[in-house]
């Protein structure tokens, strides 16, 4: 592992989501893996289960003492096709938001585009019963995930959560990272990023047949599906420009009086010391100016 020796237990956890596939089909043998949804995988972290959690951007930017495997991440850069809100009403005319419950970014961001874009400022509560419980409860649902990529519009206005994002700010925009705490160490962190090169998934990448194969029939999508999402939708680097995302997300939710108290996670890298944030190397959570 490029000379770095790790010595303790490797356990991990992710969204159960396709899009999460590559970032855990690359590990090596020795990093155990379990599944839940979004919004459990922060207990496995805080009680010490899992060493890193693949989970939701906001969480990497609320937790204090948050590190994140550096170069890697769940990324789009214009749309992400699997994260959209569905409204039965014009965008701007929403007045009550049906939350996805297993959500913690794409709620949030849902609301941020809807009252910054659209001039909407709707209620909002979680209701869980797929699309149709959604809407006959409100006049607009957000739904992620592999749920948010099938669902069926019928006549429903349908606004895709990344393009809307993109063409705001005209940034990518960091969905999930691996967060952890004292446990994210540089021999994980490198296993992490390493994890959808193994696989060639990504932008611009070239899928292994036989693994868009194998995600098919874990999926039931079709090959083509795959390949399309997996090998050119999705981005799995984290660089300058992603990281510059982030903090603008943290930034503005900040501003809009959505979220406060957020700072960007100590970047967790393989080598040189293992450790360091962004723009400061070294130094502890930087606050995101609000």
Request: aromatic share 6%.
């Amino acid at each position: 592992m490029s000379g770095v020796e790790n010595t303790v237990p490797k356990r991990v956890a992710s969204v159960p989501y396709v899009n999460a596939m590559p970032l855990v089909d690359g590990l090596p043998v020795d990093v155990e893996v379990t599944f839940d949804l979004p919004s459990r995988l922060p207990t496995l972290l805080e009680s010490g289960e899992a060493d890193a959690v693949l989970v939701s951007s906001v969480y990497a930017l609320s937790l204090p003492g948050a590190r994140a495997a550096d170069g890697v991440g769940i990324v789009s850069d214009r749309a992400v096709e699997s994260v959209r809100v569905f409204s039965s009403r014009p965008l701007g005319e929403i007045r009550r938001l049906a939350l996805d419950p297993a959500s913690m970014t794409s709620n949030l961001l849902a609301q941020l585009v809807l009252k910054e874009v659209y001039g909407a400022c709707p209620e909002s509560e979680p209701i869980p019963g797929g699309l149709g419980a959604m809407l006959d409860r409100a006049d607009a649902a957000v739904l992620i995930g592999d749920a948010g990529m099938t669902a069926e519009a019928g006549s429903a206005v349908v606004l895709d959560l990344g393009e809307a994002w993109s063409s705001w700010t005209g940034l990518p925009f960091v969905w999930a990272l691996w967060t952890g705490l004292e446990g994210l160490d540089a021999a994980l962190a490198e296993s992490l990023a390493a994890s959808p090169h193994r696989v060639g998934a990504g932008r611009g990448s070239s899928l292994a047949e036989p693994y868009v194969e194998t995600v098919a029939e874990r999926s039931g999508w079709s090959r083509e599906a795959v390949r399309r999402y997996l090998g050119q939708t999705m981005v799995y680097g984290l660089g300058e420009r992603e990281k510059q995302g982030l903090s603008e997300f943290a930034r503005r939710l900040g501003e809009s009086g959505l979220a406060s108290d957020l700072g960007l996670p100590v970047w967790v890298r393989s080598g040189n010391g293992g450790t360091g944030t962004l723009p400061d190397p070294g130094t502890a959570r930087v606050p995101v100016g609000m």
